[in-house]
């Protein structure tokens, strides 16, 4: 037990034995249920998600492939490191454990792909073109929120925006138009009714 402690405090090796600590830790927090699998995604093509997206890894939550990719890094940099003597053999460990954990994480990432449904601005813009109930007191360019029902029928409360000086009230109705992804929240404009109305 002491050389297994002692190859995971060594280098390469305790690179990843500490970002696997930190994996763990996530993973035990999600049993829990005080996390979720995308909190490292962002929502967004350029956040964490993206970069992973970029190296071949996408289509799968961010903490899903980077999870595998530490896993796979740090069993392949201490079994590397347990053969091989010399800091510059273990500069090549170090190497060889990113390349192959990358591989093996591709490939392994392409099953799983199937498991998880798209969850990126992609699925927000499923909500353009429908109609919302407006749930706070008004709706101004900097505040509101609103629930809208998906075409499965579910429903979800999104933040909303307005560029005129339309009258909103809770209860209200209007249409999205248009998904910020920056500020991620929707542009509306009341119903022809409810236009009228006011």
Do not use: K
């Amino acid at each position: 037990m002491g050389e297994f402690l002692n190859a995971n405090l060594e280098f390469p090796t305790v690179l990843f034995t500490f970002l696997l600590v930190l994996v763990i830790a996530y993973w035990l927090i999600v049993l829990l249920g005080s996390a979720d699998t995308e909190a490292l995604d962002g929502g967004a093509a350029d956040g964490f998600g993206g970069f992973l997206g970029s190296v071949g890894l996408g289509g799968v939550p961010a903490t899903v492939g980077l999870s595998v990719l530490v896993l796979v890094a740090w069993f392949v940099s201490l079994a590397g490191a347990t053969v091989t003597e010399g800091a510059l053999l273990r500069v090549a460990v170090l190497v060889v454990a990113l390349v192959v954990a990358w591989l093996v994480t591709r490939v392994l990432v392409v099953p799983l792909r199937r498991l998880f449904p798209a969850t990126s601005g992609d699925s927000r813009t499923a909500f353009v073109g429908r109609t919302c109930v407006i749930r706070t007191g008004t709706v101004t360019e900097t505040f509101g929120q609103a629930e809208v029902t998906a075409a499965d029928g579910s429903s979800a409360i999104v933040q909303v925006r307005q560029t005129g000086t339309d009258t909103f009230t809770a209860g209200s109705t209007a249409v999205i138009y248009e998904y910020d992804q920056h500020g991620e929240f929707f542009w509306i404009v009341p119903t022809p009714g409810q236009r009228e109305l006011s």
